[in-house]
């Protein structure tokens, strides 16, 4: 379709605008659009003025000047509160075990709350603002429906959670059986570290140098002296070692047979390649290291014990005393009676169940209430 | 259906299952204070008694029946239901494929406990707990008659339910799970 301006030009008309203009007038006389709705227009209105009429020849009746159409590509109405979902969490990353936060923050006050916290799709939690742990690391999407009685919302918030590899180093440590003894000594060192170290690097003489990389090595020392001992654990978080100074004495048996009888073992006259020359009384170590064959018995154990056992016998003659004397005593044995219901808060299906305990009661009640 | 038919319905074993498993995770007072009183009383209580047991066998029951009440309800005033109601003088089945997830309205279970000798009663508590929870069926199947509702049952009953412990007006919660549920009576198939 044409039509001729003032000017006498020629000008087209565009189909899909007019058909556009017809759809809208059609919709607001079903009214389908609420006369309080607010259309959202995204390009110029349209501008209806009437035609110059032409003093030409030709008769240009009045017609509609299209300038531009109206796309409506949204139509806001009236807010009818229907619950908007959404969240916070306190902590969105660090190391496992992680435990978050969650707050609700949802619009237009929803009174159910679906928490899916790992996004496997099953609920984990149905209140308002609740806390989760994670055990496992991880990046995980967190979803959150709301609904109220005007209708539900979802929000769902990818990778929102990292949780990380917990970093555990090893902490070294170890004993040694026996750490004293004539040459050649034969000691065997067990492993104590903790968090699980992959490997291990043993120096038993205090020469910085590895002479095991087994878990609990076995070790002899055949030349007289006093030594250290290291071990350095490693996992794949890290690594520590420990040291022992002066942790091992591999005596001589030479000189011990000479004086055991005679004299307390004498101090400094341990020789060997690469004494460290510490007497036997100031060996430094981080660690007091078990001693065998010489220990020594204390009173206080026994007397704890003995205090326990006379404990024990008062205990039990009270109680004898007292299930003698319940069964001396007249009565009738206890009975339970059970009973509840189901409060709807509503009040109309309200209803309480009176029953007893005892099967023979209660199909007797039963038999009653039918 | 009447209220007299509700009380025919089985407890849900998964539930029992639930419950079970929610007051060994968490002592619950009222039960607590009873065996207690129980023990130190130094009476004995008829052969085989097991208060949890029976604690955790009522709950699950309460629990149960407050669960099919409100879904029947819910179902039966949807539009589905609504629509098919006809003055039929012959029974007749719909059946509904599909029900999205709805919540149900929280309701309140609650077992009181009293221990007697005789007729004097010794000792009561009082145990209250709040439930909320949300639904799916599929294929629940409705036999009406005259326009009024004759039967229920369910195709299949998943719940996703949390259980709270009510102290006044604090919730406190003890238990959640989400399962598919078995009704005992109200299973499509059962015989």
Sequence with gaps: MSYYSAGGNRHRTDISSILVIAGVMILCFLGTIPVNAQVVKVSPEIKVTPATQVTSAM???????????????????????????????????GPAPLTVQFTDTSLNNPDSWLWDFNGDGRIDDQTRNPRYTYQQPGVYTISLIVASRNGKDEVRKLSFITVEKQVLVPVADFSADPVRGTTPLTVRFTDLSSYSPTSYAWDFNGDTSTDSSEKDPIFTYTDPGVYSVALTVRNKDGSDTISKKGYILAENP???????????????????????????????????PPVTGTEETYPFPALLIGIFIVALLVAGGFILKRSGSSHGQSGEDLHIEMSGGIDYGDGLLTRVDERRHSPGENARKQEEDH | MTFSDLDQIGTSPEVTDEVTAMLRKTGI????????????????????????????????????????????????????VRQSLKDSPSPYTLTLKKIAPFPLPEYAPYVNIAIKTGAAELFRSHAA?????????????????????????????????????????????????????????MMAGER
């Design chain 1, 59 to 93: 008769q240009v009746t009045p017609a509609i000047q299209v300038i531009s159409a109206v796309q409506v590509t949204s139509v806001i109405v009236p807010e009818q509160t229907s619950p908007v979902a959404n969240f916070t969490a306190n902590v969105v990353s």
């Design chain 1, 254 to 288: 030479e000189t011990i047979t000479d004086t055991v009888f005679a004299t307390p073992y004498p101090v400094g006259t341990i020789s060997s390649p690469q004494p460290t020359s510490l007497p036997l009384t100031s060996r430094v170590q981080t660690t007091i």
């Design chain 2, 29 to 80: 007072s009222a039960l607590q204070e009873a065996e207690q009183y129980v023990r130190k009383s130094g009476r004995t209580l008829p052969e085989k008694t097991d208060l949890s047991a029976e604690f955790a066998r009522r709950l699950s029951g309460y629990i149960t029946q407050g669960m099919v009440s409100l879904t029947i309800q819910r179902v039966s005033v949807s539009d589905e």
């Design chain 2, 129 to 185: 707990f709040v439930v909320k929870s949300v639904i799916a069926l599929q294929d629940t199947r409705i036999t009406l008659q005259e326009k009024k509702i004759k039967e229920y049952k369910f195709g299949s009953l998943n719940a996703a339910m949390s259980i709270y412990m009510k102290k006044d007006a604090i919730k406190e919660q003890l238990h959640s799970f989400n399962r598919d549920l078995t009704i005992p009576g």
